[in-house]
């Protein structure tokens, strides 16, 4: 494993190991040549890879799952051909959820303004748009039809205060957090659109195993920009609380304090990619550095306690970081399917702990 792999760490784990330099790897230029006319019937669609087993792969070799690691790790991760995404779209007949897929691979916005139109209810078009779309006026909109589908997800206040922020208007900011804090679990669909993508790639035909390592290399973003998210309101409420103390507004201190405290929070929940969980260990750190170590912030579990959690929590996830570097250097195919499948049904972490288990046997 080369140095300059490690460089991008800011991602999956198992990812760190196989090649990092996919967190800063250049957009492909968007494609303008798509059909526009759906297929008469779309093809039966293949089972879904999350029920394919490695056995073996007689394929082509450079879509059997060991040529997508060295692909990877040499900074030049797996991705499907215009042709090949096209025979995709045109087996699904462009439905919305094909296209959203197809807009991730091909990096086509236009693609993804063609799923929400054939599906206005479906919330995953609308999230994609939010947070990928640079226009002010259509992410706004992407935005509020996110929430209108799904009122008691937090990530849709997160959203909206995030453009509210931006716009300078801070009290609709602090009206959307206060509110995401009696919202129900954050709600981020990654599993669902790596699944989605993942399921391109074996239709594509490549291996199973190696079509859900390349679907993580193209969902990482959503990741990503969903932990630029965190962070970035983060910076925002801090910002919102050197105003009020400039204006010697003391009580409006605590409410942004509570909600970094419940950002940070939810930002780790168990299922979490591990980059979000990092995330939410860093808000919450920040926001608990303000208080008094003896404060007590939840329960019988004081500021320094707590604090000193996460920094053990945070030794232990460098810690798995390394034993997965060493799991990929050993990992039979069967090592590697049995660690997406924990993945997928129990979490990144889950999947990590056990591959440290591995290392060694």
């Given at each position: 494993m080369k140095p300059r792999t490690l460089q991008g760490l800011a991602t999956v784990a198992l990812l760190a190991a196989l090649g990092w330099t996919l967190v800063v790897r250049k957009p492909v230029a968007a494609r303008t040549d798509h059909p526009t006319?759906?297929?008469?019937?779309?093809?039966?669609k293949v089972r879904s890879a999350a029920n394919l087993k490695l056995t073996g792969w007689n394929g082509?070799?450079?879509?059997?799952?060991?040529?997508?690691?060295?692909?990877?790790?040499?900074?030049?991760?797996?991705?499907?051909?215009?042709?090949?995404?096209?025979?995709?779209?045109?087996?699904?007949?462009?439905?919305?959820?094909?296209?959203v897929v197809a807009s991730r691979l091909a990096d086509d916005l236009t693609l993804l303004r063609e799923a929400i139109k054939a599906a206005p209810g479906d919330a995953l078009g609308h999230l994609e748009l939010a947070l990928r779309s640079e226009d002010p006026a259509e992410k706004k909109a992407a935005i509020e039809a996110f929430r209108a589908l799904q009122p008691d997800n937090p990530l849709g206040n997160y959203l909206g205060a995030q453009s509210a922020f931006a716009a300078g208007d801070y009290t609709?900011?602090?009206?959307?957090?206060?509110?995401?804090?009696?919202?129900?679990?954050?709600?981020?669909?990654?599993?669902?659109?790596?699944?989605?993508?993942?399921?391109?790639?074996?239709?594509?035909?490549?291996?199973?195993?190696?079509?859900?390592?390349?679907?993580?290399?193209?969902?990482?973003?959503?990741?990503?920009?969903?932990?630029?998210?965190?962070?970035?309101?983060?910076?925002?409420?801090?910002?919102?609380?050197?105003?009020?103390?400039?204006?010697?507004?003391?009580?409006?201190v605590e409410p942004t304090l509570l909600v970094g405290l419940d950002l940070g929070r939810r930002l780790q929940e168990p299922k979490a990619m591990i980059v979000e969980q990092l995330t939410g260990m860093a808000v919450e750190a920040d926001f608990l550095r303000q208080l008094d170590p003896v404060t007590l912030v939840d329960g019988s579990v004081s500021a320094g306690e707590r604090l000193a959690q996460l920094a053990a929590q945070?030794?232990?996830?460098?810690?798995?970081?390394?034993?997965?570097?060493?799991?990929?250097?050993?990992?039979?195919?069967?090592?590697?399917?049995?660690?997406?499948?924990?993945?997928?049904r129990d979490g990144e972490l889950a999947a990590v702990r056990w591959a440290k288990e591995r290392v060694g046997k």
């Open positions: 006319a759906p297929a008469d019937k779309p093809a039966i082509p070799a450079d879509k059997g799952f060991r040529a997508v690691l060295k692909a990877m790790e040499s900074g030049q991760p797996a991705r499907l051909t215009p042709p090949e995404i096209d025979a995709y779209l045109a087996r699904h007949g462009r439905d919305a959820p094909s296209l609709k900011a602090a009206q959307d957090l206060l509110q995401s804090m009696d919202q129900g679990a954050l709600q981020n669909h990654s599993l669902r659109l790596l699944d989605a993508t993942t399921d391109a790639y074996v239709e594509s035909g490549y291996e199973p195993t190696g079509a859900l390592i390349a679907g993580l290399a193209q969902a990482v973003n959503v990741n990503l920009a969903q932990s630029r998210l965190g962070l970035g309101l983060s910076k925002d409420l801090r910002g919102l609380q050197d105003e009020f103390v400039k204006a010697a507004d003391f009580d409006a945070s030794t232990e996830l460098q810690g798995l970081t390394q034993s997965v570097l060493e799991f990929s250097k050993q990992a039979t195919d069967d090592d590697f399917a049995r660690y997406f499948e924990i993945f997928r």
